[in-house]
C-alpha cells in the first residue's frame, strides 16, 4: 500500500477513534453495488487482471455463479428490484427513461425524485428496515433522494454526487455505522464503475482491467476501515451489480429513421430497448408496430401485451404500447450522423449471460468458500430482509433461492410458505403476532391486505432439510 494510503488510513482511524463501541446491537448488513460489473470479469486470468481483495471475500464467503437480473437490463430498474425484491413492471421503475401517460410527463435517471415516481407501491428496504426499528445509511443509490410515504433514509447525503471520491463514500458509511449516538445497522452503497469505462472503451479492453483493479482497490479499503473499525467481523457484506455489459460496435446500428418520421413519436427509451409513444398526428401504435415489424434482422418489435413473459414486463402503464429490443451486441439510433455509438451497452434481453452481474457476500450470515448456483436478483431482498430479521413486503424473490449460500444455524432460516404447514403454520402465525406487537405491526397489517396466501414467517430456533426453489411472493400483475 502506499505511503499517501497509510496516511490516510491513520487519519480516518483517528477520525472515527472510541466510536466502535456504539455500533448498533442487531444484525448488520452493508449492500454495495458496482454499476455494470458483469459477473466473468471474475474469471479474467491473473496475468490480465489482479482482484486480490474481491478473491480474499471469495474464499472466505460466498460467490453465485451470476445473478439473473430483471429486464430492462439498466440501471435504475436493476437497482430498485435489488431493494425491493419486485420486477419493473411491478415496482414502477420500468426504464432509465419513462413517460407517465397519467402524469403526462418524462422521467430521466438522477433528475426525478419526486415521491410521483417512486412511491408507487413498492416500498425499498432501508425504509422497511426503519420501519422496524433500525436505522439506514444510504449512499448515491438510486430512490436514495425520493420519499416513500413521507420518509427519507435516516442517513443519506443531499444528493446525487458521482464527483465524491470513492474513499469518502466508504468512510462516510462506516462513520453511520460507527456513530456514537444513531448507527445505522443497513448501509446501502453505490459506485458508477466499471460501468462508465465499460461504455466508453469497451468491456474487454484494457481500461476495463484497469478500472477492475480500481474497484478492487476501493474493496481494499472497505475491508481495512471495516477491520479497523471492528465491524469486519460482525458485517454482512453482499456485493452485486445492476447488470453486464457487451461489446458493441458502430458496423451493428439500427437507425430508426430509416423506418419512421422521427416527428411521429416520442423517443422514450433510446437503446437497445427503444420504447415509443406514438404522438397524436394521426399516428397510432399501429402505424408504428408495422413500421418497425421486420424492418430489421436484429430488431424484435412487440406490442406491449405481447413482450415475453418471462420479461416480466407487460403490467405497468410507463411500459410503451410498442418496444423494440435490439440483438446482443446492436445500438439503435435515430441517425448515424447524430449518434454517438459507445463501444459496450447493456439493457439487452436479460437471458444474455453477458448481462448478468456478479454476487459476492462474506458475514456471519454466510457460508464460506462456496460458488454458489445463479439466483435471481429479486431473491436478494428476502434474503437481506432474512438477514436484518425483519418481515419481507410481498416480493417476486424467495428465499429458498439463496437458502444454500446462508449458514444453517438457528434462527438464520426462513422456511417458505409451501414448506409450512399444520403446526408449524400455526406456530409461525403465533410468533408472527408476537413479533408484531413487538414493533412491527404495520407490516402485518399491509401483508393482511394482501392475499395471505403467501405470507412468509420467521421461525426462530426452526431449521428444515428441504431447500426446494420456491414460488414467487406476489404475481407481477399489479398497475402501479
Ligand atoms: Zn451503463
Known sequence: MAAVRVFELVFVLLMLGGRTASVHDGPLLLLVSFDGFRYDYLDRSQDRVQLPSLEYLIQTGVRA??????????????????????HA?????????????????QFHMYLNNEPKWWDVGAEPIWITNQRCGGKSGVFNWPGMEARFNGTLPFRSIPEYNESIPYEHRIETMIRWFTDEEN??????????????????????????????????????????????????????????????????????????????????????????????????????????????DDAHPNLQVYYKEDI????????????????????????????????????????YNNSYLPMNPIFVAHGPAFRTN?????????DIYPLMCHILGIT?????????????????????WSPSP???????????????????????????????????????????????????????????????
Open 65 to 86: 455463479k451470476w445473478v439473473h437480473n430483471t429486464f430492462v437490463t439498466f440501471t435504475f430498474p436493476n437497482h430498485f428490484s435489488l431493494v425491493t425484491g419486485l
Open 89 to 105: 413492471e411491478t415496482h414502477g421503475m420500468v426504464a432509465n427513461h419513462m413517460y407517465d401517460p397519467d402524469l403526462h410527463q
Open 183 to 292: 448507527p445505522i445497522n443497513l448501509g446501502v452503497l453505490y459506485f458508477e464503475e466499471p460501468d462508465e469505462v465499460g461504455h466508453k472503451y469497451g468491456p474487454d479492453s484494457p481500461e476495463l482491467d484497469e478500472a477492475l483493479e480500481m474497484v478492487d482497490r476501493t474493496v481494499e479499503y472497505l475491508i481495512e476501515l471495516l477491520q479497523s473499525a471492528g465491524l469486519f467481523e460482525r458485517m454482512n457484506l453482499i456485493i452485486t451489480s445492476d447488470h453486464g455489459m457487451a461489446e458493441t460496435s458502430v458496423d451493428r446500428v439500427i437507425e430508426l429513421d430509416r423506418y419512421l418520421d422521427p416527428s411521429t413519436y416520442l423517443w422514450v427509451d433510446k437503446s437497445p430497448v427503444t420504447a415509443i409513444w406514438p404522438l397524436e398526428h394521426g399516428v397510432d401504435r399501429e402505424y408504428i408496430f408495422a413500421a418497425l
Open 308 to 347: 415475453p413473459a418471462q420479461y416480466h414486463y407487460r403490467h405497468n402503464r410507463r411500459i410503451m404500447p410498442v418496444i423494440a429490443v435490439a440483438d446482443p451486441g446492436w445500438t439503435i439510433v435515430q441517425n448515424i450522423s447524430t449518434a454517438v455509438v459507445e463501444k459496450g451497452s447493456h439493457g
Open 370 to 378: 462456496l460458488l454458489s448456483e445463479p439466483f435471481n436478483n429479486v
Open 392 to 412: 419481507p413486503l410481498p416480493n417476486n424473490g424467495s428465499i429458498d433461492n439463496t437458502a444454500s449460500i446462508v449458514k444453517r444455524q438457528k434462527g438464520w
Open 418 to 480: 409451501r414448506s409450512m404447514s399444520g403446526i408449524a403454520g400455526t406456530l409461525g402465525l403465533l410468533l408472527m403476532l408476537v413479533g408484531c406487537i413487538a414493533g412491527c405491526g404495520y407490516y402485518s397489517q399491509k401483508r393482511e391486505q394482501t392475499s395471505g396466501r403467501h405470507l412468509q414467517y420467521s421461525i426462530i430456533g426452526y431449521e428444515m432439510e428441504d431447500y426446494s426453489l420456491g414460488e414467487p411472493l406476489v404475481d407481477s400483475k399489479r398497475e402501479v
